[in-house]
């Protein structure tokens, strides 16, 4: 096993070189020293370990893995590409590791995969991944009123009907109950609320902040959309994306939306 220093990190050479190589074809990739990837030696009868693989991201979104290139310690070794945008049907689908990985003895043949696989992530990635998770947020918040319909109803005991159903025959429905009348007033105050909640629907967006972008794109039409800054989103967008910098991570906030992770936010307009 060859090695040689990386930003002060010992490493098998095979995978710098394999990592330069990458790097040539796309110079925007971040490559970092993969903390699972280790070979072990022995030397004057002392064991060490160098490392034989990088955790790759886009320089666009810093933060956000989008792949793994290492060696297999094969002789001779085995170039290996990892990503979400491989699938292997070598291996079964269960296996999260190999299902996404490509493999080649020839390290040209692994540089053409990794160009081709490693890529960041797209906005309608994440639109398709998470839509459920914000609907369900969205769907909450309109099941509190319907909660507290239920509530209001749900308090009412077969005693409370059975005396106000005697009532209502014999009093022409005036309730004299309770329970019953609070019901009833609560439903004739909230008759506008509760038409809302039948039809809440709300438009939202999902928008992702890069370092040298931002792009967002709406329920209603996911046609990508890209702006400079967070300045220059629609204002209905921005307003709200104000709150939620300042909100914390997955809290969703009523008629406002949630951040995410990696810069992700989806806004409810």
């Known amino acids: ?50 490392y034989g693989g990088f955790d790759v991201y886009s320089d666009d979104a810093p933060h ?3 792949g793994q290139i290492y060696l297999e310690n094969n002789n001779p070794y085995n170039y290996c590409v990892m990503s979400r945008l491989i699938s292997n049907n070598k291996y079964s689908h ?27 992530v797209q906005l309608i990635e994440v ?18 009123l319907a909660s507290a319909t239920n509530d209001v109803v749900m308090r009412l005991s077969r005693q409370s009907i ?3 159903l005697l009532n209502m025959i014999a009093m022409g429905y005036t309730p004299v109950n309770a329970d019953v009348k609070k019901a009833m007033e609560f439903i004739e105050n909230n008759q506008e609320k509760l038409r809302e909640l039948q039809a809440y629907d709300p438009e ?10 931002v792009e967002y794109a709406y329920k209603s039409n996911q046609d990508l959309q890209t702006v400079s800054d967070m300045s220059k989103l629609p204002e209905n967008i921005a307003g709200k994306m104000f709150v939620l910098n300042i909100t914390e ?21």
């Open 204 to 213: 939202y967006a999902v928008v992702r902040v890069y370092t040298d972008r």
């Open 64 to 66: 956000d893995k989008i």
């Open 162 to 164: 059975h005396v106000e």
């Open 127 to 144: 639109f398709n991944e998470e839509k459920d998770t914000i609907e369900n947020a969205i769907h909450q918040s309109r099941n509190k």
């Open 1 to 50: 096993m060859n090695r040689t220093m990386q930003n002060g990190v010992e490493m098998v050479t095979e995978v710098v070189t394999f990592m330069n190589e990458i790097k040539k074809k796309n110079p925007r990739l971040i490559f970092r020293v993969s903390e699972r990837m280790k070979y072990g030696y022995t030397n004057d009868g002392a064991y060490h370990y160098a």
């Open 249 to 269: 991570e997955n809290k969703f906030v009523e008629e406002v939306g949630v951040k995410r992770h990696n810069n992700v936010y989806w806004v409810v307009l």
């Open 94 to 120: 269960w296996s999260s590791t190999d299902h996404r990985t490509k493999k080649s003895k020839h390290m040209a043949n692994a540089i053409k995969t990794a160009v081709k696989s490693l890529k960041p």
